[in-house]
């Protein structure tokens, strides 16, 4: 059973660009949650979505970032006209269960997005 | 929202057991204690959780204070590979973030 995958690993923008960031969830998993790392930071909540239903969006900034998590296919973090302040780690998260306070969340290995 | 203290860094040395310790005066009834550990350029790993009782899995055992504003997270035997920062975080029912703080960074030396 794969983990949750993260693609891609490493990702270069020029400032104003659009950056697309991808999680595919572990199997069975319908509930996905976004984090960002700024570098020497621990991790902030951005998201938190279940399939086509965005729960929780109150970490994510209201401008520039949007996040889905369509009924097939992973979700995407999407970063419009992306900022020098956008670079650091974004990881995602999914867990099996509603009962998200009584269980562990599996984590990806990051996209790590640098704007030059 | 109820928040976790620990120390910054601590050091351990190897097949030592390792006490990882974490306050949490401020914690609410149904506030459940997660633990995880993120080594260099990884994304977070699950250690453990619980409630009230103390608990234990593979990889460690987690000991909660009875009135619960503490607890210690206990590695039995520090590799080299359990060099990492270790978060400890409270998961509540006002939100559905785990809000990592910036943990204690683990130093294990042979």
């Known amino acids: 059973n794969a983990g949750v995958m993260q693609n891609p690993r490493h990702l270069v923008r020029r400032r104003g660009q659009e950056a697309r960031l991808r999680c595919s969830p572990m199997k069975g998993h319908s509930h996905v949650y976004w984090y960002r790392q700024l570098p020497e930071e621990g991790l902030k909540f951005m998201v938190y979505?279940?399939?086509?239903?965005?729960?929780?969006e109150s970490g994510m900034p209201k401008e520039r970032f949007s996040a889905e998590f369509p009924k097939e296919g992973p979700s995407i973090l999407r970063i419009q006209q992306v900022v020098r302040g956008d670079s650091a780690a974004y990881f995602c998260?999914?867990?099996?269960?509603?009962?998200?306070?009584?269980?562990?969340?599996?984590f990806g290995q990051g996209t790590r997005l640098t704007v030059v | 929202d109820a928040k976790t203290t620990q120390p910054n860094s601590m050091e351990s040395n190897e097949e030592e057991p390792v006490h990882l310790p974490c306050n949490h005066s401020t914690i609410s009834g149904t506030d459940y204690i997660h633990w995880y550990r993120q080594l260099p350029s990884q994304g977070p790993e699950y250690v453990i959780h619980?409630?009230?009782s103390n608990v234990n899995n593979r990889m460690a055992s987690l000991a909660i204070a009875e009135d619960r504003k503490s607890s210690t997270l206990i590695l039995h035997r520090a590799t080299l590979r359990d060099a990492a920062v270790y978060y400890c975080?409270?998961?509540?029912?006002?939100?559905?973030?785990?809000?990592f703080g910036k943990g204690t960074s683990l130093l294990v030396t042979p």
């Open positions: 979505l279940q399939k086509e239903n965005i729960i929780d």
């Open positions: 998260a999914s867990s099996p269960l509603q009962d998200w306070m009584n269980t562990e969340a599996f």
């Open positions: 619980g409630l009230t």
């Open positions: 975080i409270l998961s509540t029912n006002s939100g559905y973030a785990l809000n």
